[in-house]
Structure formats: structure tokens, C-alpha cells
T-cell receptor, first 113, second 109 residues
Framework: IAGITQAPTSQILAAGRRMTLRCTQDMRHNAMYWYRQDLGLGLRLIHYSNTAGTTGKGEVPDGYSVSRANTDDFPLTLASAVPSQTSVYFCASSDSEGANGYTFGSGTRLTVV | GQNIDQPTEMTATEGAIVQINCTYQTSGFNGLFWYQQHAGEAPTFLSY??LDGLEEKGRFSSFLSRSKGYSYLLLKELQMKDSASYLC??????????WGAGTKLIIKP
């Protein structure tokens, strides 16, 4: 089934630990994105990649890093987790101009304690 | 700054019509999206407007007025499954998305 797969679905993580959230798409979309969603706020962009081999910072990049070694995969790494990174994380992808909308993964619910 | 305003919550009755309004301020403009998000799930794409006017898709319609920085999503013949949050999203001149916090729509029998 075409779409985006995220893993894990949920995770409880001790503060200070390193964690990688995985994201894979099979739609051959050029652009991929990582968002966080917190109660009462709109989705906030963490990092994005317009094409394999390139990445860029979004609105809230601090404490996060990404890589885009190929078209399909776009992992998000928290180098040293802090409680303020407790959130729901969504990976998304789109065709080049995004006018057909973004396709989202099912999300990762992360709790940092 | 860039901003999206939409009501936090609305209530409507099954079978009725509801209009969810959205105003936006962006640096340049490349279109306005509406997404639906059920509780605990990912957002799903509903509509995209870049020109003024009304776009109709079944029970859902979306309207845009670029001069007023205004859009609305119209839902007809409401069903219980339409209970969800509806996210208004504007695309700026750099093709970046600015997301509203969403309108939680509660449908009552």
C-alpha cells in the first residue's frame, strides 16, 4: 500500500537519551518533512528535505537532526532528549510543489521523562 | 508575521450544514489547503485553493478570497464521522506551509 510508514508508533524515553524516529515513503515524492504537533498549536516544521541529499531547517530545528541519503528514507534524530520534546511527530511527503497536498505518516507519540 | 486564525471549536447537528472560517496573513501566497484530522490520527488532505472562488468536492466545498485573506470550508449533510479537527493551512511565497491550530468540529445527533 502506497504511503508513509513511521516507527515506532509510540515511545517513552528517558531524558538525555538519543532516539531516531524512522520514516519511509514509497511514493517517490521528492520532498519530505518532519512536524511536531502539540495541543493548541498548529503543526510546526522541524526539518525538511526538498530532494535526496539536501536538508533544511524549519521553524523549530533545535535539538533535532535529519539526513536524506535516498529518496525513500528521512530519519529524525534527537541527540539528547529533553521533556519539552514530548510531542506527536508526523513525517510527511509531497510532490515537488505540494499543490496536491501532503501525505502524512500515522505519527509517533513520544514522551520524554 | 505569518498567522492563521480559525475558531477553536464548533458544534453542529447531524444532517445540517456548517461553515468553518479561516483568515490568514502570509509573506506572499501560493495557495490555501484544508486538512481533516480525526483524534489520534494523521491529517488528511481535503482541498486546495489558489484562485478566488468556490471549489466543490462532494459534500465538502472550499472558498477563497485572496484580497480578504479569507477562506472557508463548507460541510453539507453532516455525518457523525465528520467529527474531527479541520486544519486551515496557507502556503507562503517560499512554498512553506503555515498551519492553523485547527477547529474541532463536534457533531451531535
Amino acid at each position: 500500500i502506497a504511503g508513509i510508514t513511521q516507527a515506532p508508533t509510540s515511545q517513552i524515553l528517558a531524558a538525555g537519551r538519543r532516539m531516531t524516529l524512522r520514516c519511509t515513503q514509497d511514493m517517490r515524492h521528492n520532498a519530505m518533512y518532519w512536524y511536531r504537533q502539540d495541543l493548541g498549536l498548529g503543526l510546526r516544521l522541524i526539518h525538511y528535505s526538498n530532494t535526496a541529499g539536501t536538508t533544511g531547517k524549519g521553524e523549530v530545528p533545535d535539538g533535532y537532526s535529519v539526513s536524506r541519503a535516498n529518496t525513500d528514507d528521512f530519519p529524525l534524530t534527537l541527540a539528547s532528549a529533553v521533556p519539552s520534546q514530548t510531542s506527536v511527530y508526523f513525517c510527511a511527503s509531497s510532490d515537488s510543489e505540494g499543490a496536491n497536498g501532503y501525505t502524512f505518516g500515522s505519527g509517533t507519540r513520544l514522551t520524554v521523562v | 508575521g505569518q498567522n492563521i486564525d480559525q475558531p477553536t471549536e464548533m458544534t453542529a447537528t447531524e444532517g445540517a450544514i456548517v461553515q468553518i472560517n479561516c483568515t490568514y496573513q502570509t509573506s506572499g501566497f501560493n495557495g490555501l489547503f484544508w486538512y481533516q484530522q480525526h483524534a489520534g490520527e494523521a491529517p488528511t488532505f481535503l482541498s486546495y485553493n489558489v484562485l478566488d472562488g468556490l471549489e466543490e468536492k462532494g459534500r465538502f466545498s472550499s472558498f477563497l478570497s485572496r484580497s480578504k485573506g479569507y477562506s472557508y470550508l463548507l460541510l453539507k449533510e453532516l455525518q457523525m464521522k465528520d467529527s474531527a479537527s479541520y486544519l486551515c493551512v496557507a502556503m507562503d511565497s517560499n512554498y512553506q506551509l503555515i498551519w492553523g491550530a485547527g477547529t474541532k468540529l463536534i457533531i451531535k445527533p
